[in-house]
């Protein structure tokens, strides 16, 4: 495989960008590679500057379910900017959108349109923080919610005790506030909750992991954190950025019949452009200015571009009913595929999905951490070399699309099957 145009760009990246890159999980590192410069997508496949062409299952990290570029798409871009790229004055579409979103999630009854999934998490937060008038936030280990400064932290060293940065930056002050409980582990939650019952503004969960892998919720998780919030009147946020028009229109609270106070969307919403949104009940929303006291602003929140990308993204998937069904197929082949060569262990909602090479099944944080990066990093190579691209890191999800033809599905199985690990 050629690389030679890509490795040219990465050394003057370098010098601009730190890493060369604008987001680090691009760098490569985890594989050991270098980074591969995308000229240009369409459908399911990507190609590289060196002309080399990929059946693409990273999808932008999610955004792309309908795979690249898709016509509607791309038609519906081009018309909106000769309209103009951005006003900072409402717009109808903000509205259709709105709409659209609360016609697949009704519990969204009021939403806020902000630029990206960390603005949509963090401003999620501030507004549980100001309804309930609590401080205290619990997440979970392995889970992300963007890069927020409260965010970006890891358990301490006892359970009880309050998250530690997990980024050099992050003044203590900004992850006292964080708890830190454990995925799939109940008990972890019903004791922070013992301890700082009428503190907790929120728990935020991603209600299929999908950032440290693919970790699907134990049955009656996502009912338990329903139960324990609603006992101790602190809010269940769901952040949907990955699930969200993912697992279903829906998204995982459709899938799994659980109802949160407040979701976060992302990645799909904005159709390849940057969008987040988030929203809930009418009451909490209220609490957002001007309506309230809680401020949250953006320059470029509802972007006319890319609500119009967004709506065309959510007509189209609105509009086929058989879509869901259709990535679920392609992604089940693929997992089956995995599963012979008795290499990994597979975790699937849908057409999301995570191989982990570990011996043991994947059910949690220190399940998934203990899985063999070196092993993966070979993996990666292999599909790579056998023009296919996956995640450049054990821990992020596949993501498989519509635009993926039952010819890509089957190359894509052939080249997992050869390789012997
Ligand atoms: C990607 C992601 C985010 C952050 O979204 P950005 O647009 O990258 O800021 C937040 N939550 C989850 C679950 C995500 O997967």
Known sequence: MKTEIS????????????????????????????????????????????????????????????????????????????????????????????????????????????????????????????????????????????????????????????????????????????????????ESVKKLFEKYSDKIACVIVEPVAANMGVVLPKKGFLNFLRDITKKYGALLIFDEVITGFRLSLGGASQYFGVTPDMTTLGKIVGGGMPVGVYGGRKEIMECISPLGKVYQAGTLSGNPIAMTAGIKTLELLMNDSGIYDRIDKKAAEIEKAFLKTRLVKVNRAGSLMSAFFSEKDVTDYNSSINSDTKKYADYFSHMLENGIYVAPSQFEAMFVSDAHTDEDIKKTCDVILSYKG
């Open 7 to 186: 490795e040219k760009y990465f050394e003057e990246a370098k010098t601009l960008m730190p890493g060369g890159v604008n987001s680090p999980v691009r760098a490569f590192n985890a594989v050991g590679r270098t980074p591969l410069f995308i000229k240009k997508a369409k459908g399911s496949k990507i190609y590289d500057e060196d002309g080399n062409e990929f059946i693409d299952y990273v999808c932008s990290w999610g955004p792309g379910i309908l795979g690249h570029a898709r016509d509607e798409v791309i038609e519906a871009v081009k018309e909106a900017c000769n309209y103009g790229l951005s006003y900072g004055a409402p717009t109808k579409k903000e509205s259709v959108l709105a709409k659209m979103i609360r016609e697949c999630i009704p519990h969204m009854e009021m939403m806020r349109m902000v630029s990206s999934g960390t603005e949509a998490t963090m401003s999620a937060i501030r507004a549980a923080r100001g309804f309930t008038g609590r401080d205290m936030i619990i997440k979970f280990a392995g889970c992300y919610h963007g890069h927020s400064d409260g965010l970006l932290v890891k358990s301490g060293s006892g359970l009880l005790s309050n998250a530690a940065p997990d980024s050099a930056g992050v003044p203590k002050g900004y992850s006292e506030t964080t708890l830190v409980a454990f995925y799939n582990d109940e």
